[in-house]
């Protein structure tokens, strides 16, 4: 028999025992008394007579030993059962000095602590728990006060037993008061409570308030614990504790369902039987009970009769004046399955034995003897357990399960074919895993902020990369967020470990790059596609079977902040979801695969603004993880019906759903924590692993979005040998671009401008895109073929001035190119001066100025102008062959000094400008400008001549000044720092954002942060 039924047994027995021998007693002495007083036997004793007096006094010794022996073993059960922090007065010792329950790891652990365990180690959804064990035992009662039992003998003192609950794994608690006694019920909770937190492993309790009349005063000395989820807002309308209810209610079911399916009559005997627990306790602490509507009364008794056996219990402080409201007078509602206190006025029958004074109270443990109730606990006592538990639940989440236990023992030993599956997280029966196959092809993550998404984007991809070699799985990883998380897949200075699966890494990527990486994708699915066309293959196995000449991996593109490439809705947006939709609906016989990860899913305009598109998308993704997020969210995140990601507190706390979301596919998980050190050891033992079986395999590409683009360390720019780069393009409408042989060798839109070899390409800045790494403006020797640099930001805009004629340079024999470089802002002339020693060290004639040279520059560079155009309508073609460039930083600085005319040509510096912008080219002669404003650039090539400049970057503008020059093109990239805007109106649809080279002598040498 458990401890608690026998102290109940033992307490109730003694108090009828003790009922019979009082009344015996008392009667007793009335007759004694009348006899003594020489009166007759009275109507009340007339059926005493000699002997059942006799008789009645020997049954009376033998009871009072007998009530004497159970009243000594009732309080040490009591002692025994409610141990240490369950029973211990509030001045004991152990509250300032001893630890919370500590948890115990492992399921065996909690299997072998027998009466009360707590979620076990590792296996916890909380991961919170061990078996809950204070110091000396296991609660299975807990102290509310004294049992108070009368003197045994005449002349005899009262004894004091402990007044125990059962609780936890047993049943509910209703305290039935006065409306003036209300206090002491609510310090009877607290102190309750307050046992309860300290006894339980921290975060193994969650605590549910109702408190309509003070709206959480009586208990407020918990609230610390609300920020870590152990006690929830204090609901205060009948509305909140209606939805509550239905809640718990719902928590039962599935607990019922889940966990005792039919085999378990509770979890108590399901975790005795060996099975780790798996779920916390839930109290619900009613601190006032209204009248309910019908259906949340039948909710509330249903909670009462079938929670207890799920780990759910009621405590309800229950005001006799409340019953009375009830309605149809239904007086005080008694909870099922409860142990009741009960202010003894409210029942208090003075003929009973041992009746209790008023202020005293009565209990459904200790029958007809009255008790009292502890003191409520000192706020010092409340302090300290809170503080502990804060510090015990923050412990354990940093704690939490470890990756470590979840990594295969050696490396690379599973094969794809049929999919790819990783364990990331412990629930109630072990290891959960994520599977990427045709089942469930892709995975949707949320979660809120911090709740853990980045860390189990890295539990996958380490479990996986430990899992299956380079050549049976790839990965794209994407990171838009400032997290950096997925920095350490990639060489670093310093740290030469890559992921060998890693075909590209991006680091707060932009959203151009995003898009470039899905293209990739689907291009490579597209690859697929013609190949299994040809073979006859239906699916990735018989691809791999039809055809051996590639290991045909599978792929996994795991974009973390995925949600950051559809907003705005714009091209790069739109392009995006269509991406995203192909690869959804068709990865899966590709062996193509998603990973999406996101801190919220709704109002992403992208794809509420094509209402189908969302459901055409994530109606692919059966598998999701959803972390701690927002009822809302959850509904998105999983299914409309299903807010249980709403629910879960702890960080890494997750459900983990295979069915679309659905609800009945929950299942409540803990996400593996990768600890540093065991990640240290794999990426030790991966490294070592490429050098043995894959010593070609090449790093990763590498986007950083922070990182400058160095011109200098950029493999195009090192590519070039003095000579024009060879023509090529981009089919997506991006620039003139060169890569370092990934691309293909692409015909440009229009080769008569964009395609001549013989015209060299000035480099500006790197593409958002895999390859190629260098993009610029192509100088042929046709109308319009200048560049201007639009904006204000003068970093931006010297970097680009000066890669742009360096590149040039490069691409020009000594001899072939001379350059007048104008620094017109004063501030620029550092930088002009360092662009002519990269000049002249490579050959090329340069000369600098400042804006009192400004006007003599372009007046030679219109005379030239002219001169050619006679040579060439004389048919001479000898000048014409050298190239002039003029560099001119702050253009429309020096605008003041460009109005006034020559007195003896006539012209202005103006017309100079004019002749350059408008004829130079075909002469030969190039214009790289700098303008801070695109108005100014208007201004100076004159009315209906915009197009003489047809291409320009633009740096820190924002996109509605670009609106015009971009051909009523909306542009909304390229006005943040380090970011530009290129649009060539001859070779390009759309203005395309690139990372503009930083100003040549800001080397940083470390990482060029760009595609390599
Ligand atoms: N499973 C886990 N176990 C223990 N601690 C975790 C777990 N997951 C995350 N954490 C802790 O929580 C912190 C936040 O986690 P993470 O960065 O993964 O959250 P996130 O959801 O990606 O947040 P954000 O939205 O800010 O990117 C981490 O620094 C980590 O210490
Ligand atoms: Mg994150």
Known sequence: MSGTRRARLLVSGISENLGVVLSLADRLDVQAARLEAGEGPSAATVTLDAETINEAAADLAGNLEGVRLALSEAASLARRHAPAFAGAGWDAPEWHSASVAAPVAGPAAAGSAGGMAGPAGAASPAGLGGPVIGPGGQ??????????????????????????????????????????????????????????????????????????????????????????????????????????????????????????????????????????????????????????????????????????????????VVEAEEGADAPGGRGVPSLPRAETVTAAELQGDPGDVGAVMPGGWRTSMSGLLGCALDDAPPMSVVAQVTTRVVAGVEQAVVRGPD??????????????????????????????????????????????????????????????????????????????????????????????????????????????????????????????????????????????????????????????????????LDTVAREAVSLLEVLARQGRAYGIHLLLAS?????????????????????????????????????????????????????????????????????????????????????????????????????????????????????????????????????????????????????????????????????????????????????????????????????EAVGMLQAAAVSVGAQSAPGSLVVDIVAVDPATVSAAETLASALRRAGHPTYVTDVTGLRGVLASAGAEIRAREEAALAGQSGAASTTRLLVVFALDAGRAGLEARDDASRRSGLDDLRTLTRRGPAAGVHLLGWWRAPSRLADDLGPGHRDDIAAWVATGLPGGDLFGLAGHRPVTAGTTPNRAVLFDRHVQAEPRTVVPFAPLETRSGADNGTVV
């Not at 402990?162 to 047993?170: E, F, G, N, S, T």
């Not at 995925?562 to 907003?567: A, D, R, S, W």
């Not at 991966?686 to 079986?693: E, N, T, Y």
Request: with cysteine.
């Open 139 to 316: 609660p299975g009662l807990w102290r509310l006060g004294r049992i108070l039992v009368p003197p045994l003998a005449r002349g005899g003192r009262p004894v004091e037993v402990p007044l125990a609950v059962p609780l936890l794994d047993a049943g509910n608690l209703q305290i039935t008061t006065t409306r003036e006694r209300r206090g002491e019920a609510v310090g009877l909770v607290r102190g309750l409570l307050t046992r309860v937190l300290a006894s339980a492993s921290p975060g193994a309790v969650r605590v549910t308030v109702y408190d309509p009349h003070e709206l959480g005063a009586g208990l407020a000395g918990f609230a610390p614990l609300r920020a870590h989820g152990v006690v929830g807002p204090t609901l205060t309308s009948r509305a909140r504790l209606e939805a509550a209810l239905a809640e718990l209610s719902a928590e039962v079911g599935r607990i019922t369902v889940d966990r005792l399916g039919g085999r378990f009559d509770s979890l108590r005997e399901r975790e005795d039987a060996g099975v780790p627990r798996g779920e916390p306790w839930r109290l619900l602490i009613l601190l006032g009970l209204p009248p309910l509507a019908d259906e949340a009364a039948r909710t509330l008794e249903a909670v009462a009769a079938q929670g207890p056996s799920c780990g759910v219990h009621i405590i309800a």
């Open 403 to 568: 990756l470590g236990g979840l990594l295969p023992p050696g490396l690379w030993e599973y094969e794809s074919s049929a999919g790819v599956s990783v364990p990331v997280a412990h629930g109630p029966d072990g290891a959960v895993g994520l599977t990427f196959d045709d089942d469930t092809v892709h995975c949707l993550v949320g979660g809120q902020a911090g709740a853990g998404k980045s860390t189990l984007l890295l539990d996958v991809v380490y479990g996986l990369a430990a899992r299956y070699g380079p050549d049976q799985l790839r990965f794209h990883l994407l990171d838009f967020k400032e997290g950096l998380e997925f920095a350490q897949f990639a060489q670093r200075p310093g740290d030469p470990f890559f992921l060998p699966h890693a075909d590209t890494v991006g680091i707060e990527s932009d959203r151009e790059f995003g898009v470039a990486v899905l293209r990739a994708a689907r291009n490579e699915m597209q690859r697929r596609s013609v190949t299994m066309r040809a073979l006859g293959a239906r699916d990735l196995r018989g691809l791999r079977a039809a055809d051996r000449s590639s290991p045909w991996p599978r792929v996994v593109v795991v974009v973390d902040e995925f949600q950051v490439m559809l907003t705005p």
């Open 599 to 795: 801190q919220t899913l709704s109002g992403i305009d992208a794809l509420d603004a094509t209402a189908g598109k969302r459901g055409s998308i994530f109606g692919q993704f059966a598998l999701r993880v959803a972390l701690r997020t927002s009822i809302s969210e959850s509904r998105v995140l999983l299914s409309t019906a299903n807010e249980a990601a709403g629910a879960l507190s702890g960080v890494g706390e997750a459900i983990v759903n295979r069915r679309n979301g659905h609800p009945v596919g929950n299942e409540h998980v803990r996400v593996a924590y990768p600890d540093p050190a065991v990640l240290a050891e794999l990426r030790e033992q991966l490294s070592a692993m490429v050098v043995r079986a894959v010593p070609a395999m090449r790093p990763p590409r590498v986007f950083v979005g922070h990182a400058p683009a160095v011109l200098t360390d950029n493999p195009a720019f090192q590519a070039l040998a003095g000579r024009p780069v060879p023509a090529s393009g981009d089919p997506a409408g991006g620039g003139a671009a060169y890569g370092s042989g990934t691309g293909a060798a692409l015909v440009p839109a229009d080769g008569s401008v964009d395609g001549s070899a013989g015209d060299p390409l000035a480099f500006v800045g790197v593409p958002l895109d895999l390859a190629p790494p260098a993009v610029g403006v192509r100088l042929a020797r046709l109308p319009g073929r200048h560049l201007a640099v639009l904006g204000p930001l003068r970093r």
